[in-house]
């Protein structure tokens, strides 16, 4: 049996100025970020339908992205 997409991340639901983290799930090729971009903080803009916009910081710049919640996890300071 293959594993698939977690019902948990879908279920999640982000708030705008929320932190989150992005880690791509490889079970999901849908909606994916760039890999460049995976294990960043970024912060939750607004939501698009079934995913959301994030703004990530990549050196001097802030992105924003479209990201589906399969690919993003709560942020959890240490």
Same mark, same amino acid.
């Given at each position: 049996?293959?594993?698939? &997409?977690?019902?948990?991340?879908?279920? @999640?639901?982000? %708030?705008?100025?929320? @932190?989150?983290?992005?880690? +791509?799930?490889?079970?999901? $090729?849908?909606? %994916? &970020?760039? @890999?460049?971009?995976?294990?960043?903080?970024?912060? +939750?803009?607004?939501?698009?339908?079934?995913?959301?916009?994030?703004?990530?910081?990549?050196?001097?710049?802030?992105?924003? +992205? %479209?990201?589906? &919640?399969?690919?993003?996890? &709560?942020? $959890?300071?240490?």
């Amino acid at each position: 049996m293959r594993g698939g &997409p977690v019902p948990e991340n879908h279920l @999640r639901e982000y %708030s705008p100025d929320e @932190r989150a983290v992005i880690a +791509i799930n490889p079970a999901v $090729q849908r909606g %994916s &970020p760039h @890999r460049r971009y995976h294990g960043l903080i970024c912060k +939750i803009v607004e939501r698009r339908g079934r995913g959301y916009t994030v703004e990530v910081k990549l050196g001097h710049k802030t992105k924003r +992205i %479209s990201v589906l &919640p399969d690919h993003l996890r &709560p942020y $959890q300071r240490v």
